[in-house]
Each structure stands twice: as structure tokens, then as C-alpha cells.
T-cell receptor, first 112, second 112 residues
Framework: IAGITQAPTSQILAAGRRMTLRCTQD?????MYWYRQDLGLGLRLIHY???????GKGEVPDGYSVSRANTDDFPLTLASAVPSQTSVYFC???????????FGQGTRLTVV | AQSVTQLGSHVSVSEGALVLLRCNYS??????LFWYVQYPNQGLQLLLK??????LVKGINGFEAEFKKSETSFHLTKPSAHMSDAAEYFC??????????FGAGTRLTVKP
């Protein structure tokens, strides 16, 4: 049982570089999410997608973009990374609405 | 706007003692409330959730939480702590679809 797979598990990235974090789910969930986790701040929603072909902005969307070409994949792109984007990124999915989310193992990103 | 406050960033208990992790929420509509647990280097797992109906919610691993509307609280309890309960715990609120807000988290330490 895979659930949600994120790649890479960790990455060190030079500031100014472009980076795409990958997320794939095999649960056929309609909704997918990207969160960042920072010490003392909990998890904050970056972007979400209710269904394939649609995306929306969360609490902290600046500097990030997403796409949802199909049900299973929801990549997160940092067009030009900055040190403040150093964080642990979690992808999640749910059946939609106010239902519980299922999380991936996370990607630890360090921007230097 | 919805928000969550977790009282105490770090709680330490002895093995066998009561676990009490505090969560207060703010929501303009009847909320959906969740508790998640995060073990080191892993994603979040759902412990329990409150949607409607019974205000005392039982979850996995012996945890339970009580929704108290008058106090806007959703505290998490477990009668007897086990060493394996040591983890980070997050309270979350969702008052509309695809917008789950998390608290800052409480790290639980269990002493032998």
C-alpha cells in the first residue's frame, strides 16, 4: 500500500534555482494539498486542488505554483528558490470537502 | 477566520500517567476538528476527528477528545501514557472545504 509518494525525500538547493517537488497518490482521491511545516508554526497550506484541472491558493502561496493535469499527480514548483523557503513540505490528499487528509512522508528542502 | 491554538509546545509525562494536550479553536461556523500525530521523520496520521453528533470522540491508540462548544475546546486525552506515544501532536480545524488550519503542535515526551 503506497498511499502518497513524495520525491525527493530531501534536497539542498542553491538560491535562485528552480525546483519541482513531486507528489503522486494511488488512492484516487479528488483533492490534493501542499503544506509547509516550520517549527513553531505548524503546517500551513500553500496550494490545493479540488479535482484534476483545478487549483487554488492556500494560506502562503507566494513563490510557489502547482498544476493538476490528472488525478494522481500534484507537483509543486519553486520558480526561483529563496532561503525563506527552507522547510519540510508535505503533500496530502483527501476525498474532498472537510474530510481528513492523508499525508506523504515529506520533502526536506534547504535553500542556501 | 478559523484558527487553532495549542496550549503548550512541549508536554512531558511519566509512563502510565494521564496525557492531556490542549486545543482551542476559533471558527465562525460549526467546525470539523481533527487531531493528528507525527512520529519523527514521518508524515501526519489521523488520530481522531469530530464532525457532528457525539461530542466525545474516540480514536486510535486509546486516545479520545471531547468537543466543548461553550469552551471552544477540543482537548486530547489518554488515561495512561505509553513510551510509544512520544511524538508531535497537531490539532486542526476545518470550517470550509479544502482549508484545514493546523495548530503549532505539541511535542509529547514520555518518561520511563
Amino acid at each position: 500500500i503506497a498511499g502518497i509518494t513524495q520525491a525527493p525525500t530531501s534536497q539542498i538547493l542553491a538560491a535562485g534555482r528552480r525546483m519541482t517537488l513531486r507528489c503522486t497518490q494511488d488512492m484516487r482521491h479528488n483533492a490534493m494539498y501542499w503544506y509547509r511545516q516550520d517549527l513553531g508554526l505548524g503546517l500551513r497550506l500553500i496550494h490545493y486542488s479540488n479535482t484534476a484541472g483545478t487549483t487554488g491558493k492556500g494560506e502562503v502561496p507566494d513563490g510557489y505554483s502547482v498544476s493538476r493535469a490528472n488525478t494522481d499527480d500534484f507537483p509543486l514548483t519553486l520558480a526561483s528558490a529563496v532561503p525563506s523557503q527552507t522547510s519540510v513540505y508535505f503533500c496530502a490528499s483527501s476525498t474532498g470537502g472537510n474530510t481528513e487528509a492523508f499525508f506523504g512522508q515529506g520533502t526536506r528542502l534547504t535553500v542556501v | 477566520a478559523q484558527s487553532v491554538t495549542q496550549l503548550g509546545s512541549h508536554v512531558s509525562v511519566s509512563e502510565g500517567a494521564l496525557v492531556l494536550l490542549r486545543c482551542n479553536y476559533s471558527s465562525s461556523v460549526p467546525p470539523y476538528l481533527f487531531w493528528y500525530v507525527q512520529y519523527p521523520n514521518q508524515g501526519l496520521q489521523l488520530l481522531l476527528k469530530y464532525t457532528t453528533g457525539a461530542t466525545l470522540v474516540k480514536g486510535i491508540n486509546g486516545f479520545e477528545a471531547e468537543f466543548k462548544k461553550s469552551e471552544t475546546s477540543f482537548h486530547l486525552t489518554k488515561p495512561s501514557a505509553h513510551m510509544s506515544d512520544a511524538a508531535e501532536y497537531f490539532c486542526a480545524v476545518s470550517e470550509r472545504a479544502n482549508d484545514m488550519r493546523f495548530g503549532a503542535g505539541t511535542r509529547l515526551t514520555v518518561k520511563p
